[in-house]
């Protein structure tokens, strides 16, 4: 019966976010440029005609004979112009054999040409997507399915309701916060279903989310941090946000998000742990529980706050490098935006995660003890070695 409760609030969650969806959808332009796949079948170096021509513009010019494989034009080979520069950024070596992106100048399906654009690697992306699908399969049995099944579910809240709302001129925070209590009850109910266990859990991922949040946008406040540290920020901003979206909200959105998972997994592993202890001993009190519950907490806390400070170490990594590089000092660079930014979103993720501790703690113990003096016989049920979630 508690499943059934669970896969129907899953269900009208859904729908809920379904519907929303729908009203704040965001109509995207049009694409400028035709985008499909080729196949290089051959190529010529083209010798540069002036010396300097090659050193000034780029390295290399090839021309390259490609057949398209997807798309109206599939089948036509045409010959395009790839040059090669100093730039690994934006340059990149091509071999027959190698299948490419095309940027094709069409027209009322007439093709003129075709760029070579990129790499085509999606299918190297999709085999460690299948992959990893296999693992969690195999290792998780149907406890793996349902983790597929909120993963794709978690995707499409990002993708249907989240960035949608934020590019309509929605509340950044408020988005967020609605966003991610929906992932926080369906990811638990999924994979937990509907008890005291996922109740804990649930509580102290929200408490703990929200408490870091509202610490970060209260010190992105009061250190005036503008949120267009990143080249990608500053690009999305004068592109298509300036005046409409609030960049600090944006912000505050990745704090979130970037630590919901790793707080969501303290606070199941820690209302998993008070849930299993006082079914092996139901004869403990509600502080013996709850210190339990902080025990376990603590053991945890280390590695979890190391995985969120490596994982945004590691995304910021040459822009470390930079600076030890360039021997840069240190009041000049802790007082950069950028840094900053990084730093509030490591730290304000940690201290969300540390909260949620001791809040997933004291709701798990007192809904375990509250649950048995609303059901005198539960403890009878423990001894008797019946599971009671």
């Not at 001129?169 to 638990?188: E, N, R, S």
Request: a neutral charge; proline letters at 3%; glycine letters at 8%.
């Amino acid at each position: 019966m508690q499943r059934f409760w669970a896969y129907l609030i899953c269900l009208m969650l859904i729908a809920a976010g379904y519907s929303y969806s729908l009203h704040v959808k965001y109509e995207s332009p049009e694409a400028p440029e035709v985008i499909s796949k080729g196949l290089v079948l051959d190529m010529e170096k083209i010798e540069p005609q002036e010396e300097s021509e090659a050193s000034f513009f780029y390295e290399e010019k090839w021309n390259v004979r490609v057949r398209i494989t997807e798309g109206a034009f599939a089948g036509r080979e045409i010959e395009t112009i790839h040059y090669y520069g100093s730039n690994p950024a934006y340059d990149f070596l091509i071999y027959p054999g190698d299948k490419v992106v095309l940027s094709l100048d069409a027209e009322n399906n007439v093709l003129y040409n075709a760029y070579i654009s990129d790499l085509s690697r999606d299918k190297y992306v999709f085999a460690l997507l299948v992959i990893f699908l296999v693992f969690i399969v195999a290792v998780g049995g149907w406890q793996g399915i349902k983790t597929i099944i909120s993963l794709v579910l978690t995707g499409l809240a990002v993708v249907k309701i989240l960035l949608p709302a934020i590019l309509n001129g929605k509340d950044p925070v408020t988005v967020t916060v609605l966003t991610c209590a929906g992932i926080t009850v369906i990811t638990h109910l999924l994979i937990i279903g509907l008890n005291r266990k996922a109740l804990a859990a649930v509580t102290g991922t929200m408490i703990g989310i929200i408490s870091g949040g509202i610490l970060a946008k209260y010190i992105i406040s009061f250190s005036r941090i503008s949120g267009l540290g990143s080249e990608e920020s500053r690009l999305f901003f004068f592109s298509f946000a300036e005046g409409k979206i609030d960049i600090t909200g944006l912000l505050f959105a990745g704090i979130v998000i970037g630590s919901l998972g790793a707080v969501m997994d303290v606070a199941i592993s820690i209302s998993s742990s008070i849930t299993e202890v006082n079914s092996v001993n139901p004869q403990l009190t509600f502080s013996q529980l709850l210190r339990s519950g902080l025990n376990i907490g603590r053991d945890i806390i280390g590695t979890m706050a190391n995985t969120l400070i490596l994982a945004y170490t590691g995304s910021a990594l040459p822009l470390m490098l930079l600076l030890m590089c360039n021997n840069i000092p240190y009041q000049k660079y802790i007082n950069l935006d950028m840094i900053a930014t990084e730093l509030i979103r490591a730290l304000a993720g940690s201290i969300g995660l540390i909260l949620a501790v001791p809040f997933t703690a004291l709701v798990g113990a007192a809904l375990c003890k509250g649950y048995e003096k609303v059901n005198p016989r539960s403890a009878a049920a423990d001894l008797s070695g019946r599971p009671r979630n």
